[in-house]
């Protein structure tokens, strides 16, 4: 942590929450694994064609979501990176294309964060719903 210490206070911030997002991408990365395994095992217990449309409309949500992941993740990255050689004094701050650069990442997390709630509510209740069907008409 020295090494981020020579940072000024709105850069130590960008920094900080840098990590926390990076954190974040990783949670959401490691969840849409489990979406997209999830949806294939229910794709092969649907016959209903209206489930199968439903779950491939999803599955095509959340491959967008995994692009746009990756490529959030890259941006983070270089930001990071940035932040890094700053506080180690390689290069110049230059709190003005931080400042930017945040503001670009916050948008683009609170898009792919209020996306990924979206899709994986779909996703349950689209599952649970078809669960309970399938129940009733094996009971």
């Not at 840098?18 to 990365?29: H, I, N, P, V, Y």
């Amino acid at each position: 942590m020295q090494v981020i210490n020579g940072l000024s206070f709105r850069s130590l911030q960008y920094y900080v929450i840098a990590r926390k997002w990076t954190s974040d991408l990783g949670f959401f990365d490691f969840e849409c694994s489990f979406l997209h395994s999830l949806i294939a095992d229910f794709v092969k217990r649907f016959n209903e064609d209206h489930a199968l449309r439903s779950l491939m409309d999803m599955l095509n949500q959340l491959n967008r979501l995994d692009k746009d992941l990756k490529n959030t993740e890259q941006i983070l990255y270089q930001q990071t990176r940035q932040l890094e050689l700053m506080a180690e004094d390689i290069i110049p701050e230059n709190s003005q294309a931080l400042a930017g650069k945040q503001v670009e990442l916050e948008y683009m997390m609170a898009d792919i964060t209020a996306r990924f709630r979206r899709l994986k509510a779909e996703l349950y209740n689209l599952l649970s719903s078809s669960m309970t069907d399938i129940k009733y008409v094996t009971d």
